[in-house]
């Protein structure tokens, strides 16, 4: 599978200008066959942009939703993308994929909200999703949820390959692309693409450093502190492989009972 992290300028204001990029990087990607664009946290709408936060949300089939899915079918690929969404008077911070026919297979609400400003505007999730697109199984996750062992270790248990990152990553928090985001796959065994922003918003900068990193940790490619595209072919063979050099997943529950027995003496 190709997949290509998309890493766009944060000041990139308003939805149709929003969309219109997407839609030109996936008319790019499309012409050397990826099979999947990712996108940040909250793309559709900005993240530090108060209540359009609000204004700008929608249902989870809303118009943006069927535009990108009209160009996914359309191109013969698939999409993921953070947007705030709507259902009734509830808005969550939530994470979208749709595949190569225009379909959604999965839509993720973030789980755990960081200290700062999404706790003013976003309600809570509680699952995260697990789907299959072409030959992998793949996880979706948004932010700061990478940032809990527990939560990437209940995706790869569940069989996951790849997970995707949504992110806002902020101008301080360079150690979560460059640091934990290459430790989680490697303990878990997987493939991770992380979609960040990059430059300023409304005074809020981001560190860019959008990544696509293997099972053994090794990163395949990385984006710069500017606008970006980076891409990367995964070989989920290698999957197996670096699980057997290193099977944490195996050796999981032993090393959970005797912590428990421990715990219990």
């Known amino acids: 599978m190709k997949i290509a992290v998309a890493q766009v300028d944060a000041s990139l204001a308003g939805t149709e200008n929003r969309f219109c990029w997407l839609e030109q990087q996936l008319r790019q990607a499309a012409t050397v066959n990826v099979d999947l664009v990712v996108f940040p946290e909250?793309?559709?709408?900005?993240?530090?942009?108060?209540?359009?936060?609000?204004?700008?949300?929608?249902?989870q089939d809303g118009p943006f939703a069927r535009r990108a899915g009209s160009l996914a079918k359309e191109?013969?690929?698939?999409?993921?993308?953070?947007?705030?969404?709507?259902?009734?008077?509830?808005?969550?911070?939530?994470?979208?994929?749709?595949?190569?026919?225009?379909?959604?297979?999965?839509?993720?609400?973030?789980?755990?909200?960081?200290?700062?400003?999404?706790?003013?505007?976003?309600?809570?999730?509680?699952?995260?999703?697990?789907?299959?697109?072409?030959?992998?199984?793949?996880?979706?996750?948004?932010?700061?949820?990478?940032?809990?062992?527990?939560?990437?270790?209940?995706?790869?248990?569940?069989?996951?390959?790849?997970?995707?990152?949504?992110?806002a990553g902020g101008a301080d928090w360079q150690q979560v692309p460059t640091c934990i985001v290459p430790s989680r796959a490697y303990e878990n065994g997987i493939f991770m693409a992380y979609a960040n922003y990059c430059g300023v918003e409304n005074g809020h900068g981001f560190c860019g450093l959008s990544c696509i990193v293997d099972p053994y940790g090794a990163v395949l490619a990385r984006a710069s502190q500017t606008e970006d595209v980076v891409c990367a072919n995964l070989d989920l063979g290698v999957i197996a492989e670096a699980r057997a050099r290193v099977p944490f997943l195996k050796h999981q529950q032993a090393v959970v009972s005797k912590l428990n027995a421990v715990a219990d003496a």
């Open 42 to 59: 909250l793309y559709m709408s900005g993240y530090n942009v108060g209540e359009a936060l609000h204004r700008c949300a929608e249902a």
């Open 75 to 167: 191109l013969g690929l698939a999409v993921a993308y953070g947007y705030p969404e709507s259902d009734g008077n509830t808005v969550y911070n939530a994470f979208i994929f749709i595949d190569d026919c225009g379909r959604t297979l999965a839509n993720h609400r973030k789980t755990v909200l960081p200290v700062g400003i999404e706790h003013d505007w976003f309600a809570t999730g509680s699952t995260v999703p697990l789907f299959r697109f072409k030959n992998a199984v793949i996880g979706m996750i948004i932010c700061y949820e990478c940032e809990f062992p527990e939560i990437l270790r209940h995706l790869a248990l569940g069989g996951a390959q790849i997970v995707l990152v949504a992110t």
